[in-house]
């Protein structure tokens, strides 16, 4: 996954195929960390605006 990519829709992703945890990469593919599905699940919901802006 990249860093960038929406943390909800990944979550339900990680369900679908029963996937645990997955490794983050930045656009070089370099390690930023692992996700742990339970961490994706439990974090709060945000909103974008138009330009992308993270509210809510």
Excluded: C, F, W, Y
């Excluded at 996700?35 to 509210?55: I, V, Y």
């Amino acid at each position: 996954m990249r860093a960038h990519e929406d943390l909800h829709d990944l979550a339900g992703r990680m369900h679908a195929h029963n996937v645990t945890a997955i490794v983050v990469t930045d656009p070089e593919g370099r390690l930023l960390g692992l996700l742990h599905r339970d961490d994706a699940d439990a974090a709060p919901a945000h909103t974008h605006d138009e330009e992308g802006r993270k509210s809510g």
